[in-house]
C-alpha cells in the first residue's frame, strides 16, 4: 500500500515539474538540431498543418 502511494506521489511529482517547466524543457528540445528536423518533418506531413502554414507564409488566393 505504501509503495503504491509512493508512485502516485512521484508521478504527481514529476507530472507537476512537467507542466511547470514546460517551456524551458520545450525549447531545450527544439533546441537539439536532430530533434528539430524530426518535429518540424512530422508536423509538416499533416496535411492540415501545413496548408495553413503555406496560407499564412505565402498568403492565400484573394476573394476579390
Do not use: C, H
Amino acid at each position: 500500500m505504501s509503495r503504491m502511494f509512493t508512485s502516485i506521489f512521484m508521478i504527481g511529482t514529476v507530472g507537476y515539474l512537467v507542466y511547470k517547466y514546460r517551456f524551458r524543457l520545450l525549447n531545450t528540445l527544439i533546441g537539439t538540431g536532430w530533434i528539430r528536423r524530426i518535429a518540424v518533418g512530422s508536423m509538416m506531413s499533416l496535411p492540415g498543418v501545413k496548408k495553413k502554414l503555406m496560407q499564412t507564409i505565402f498568403g492565400g488566393p484573394s476573394d476579390w
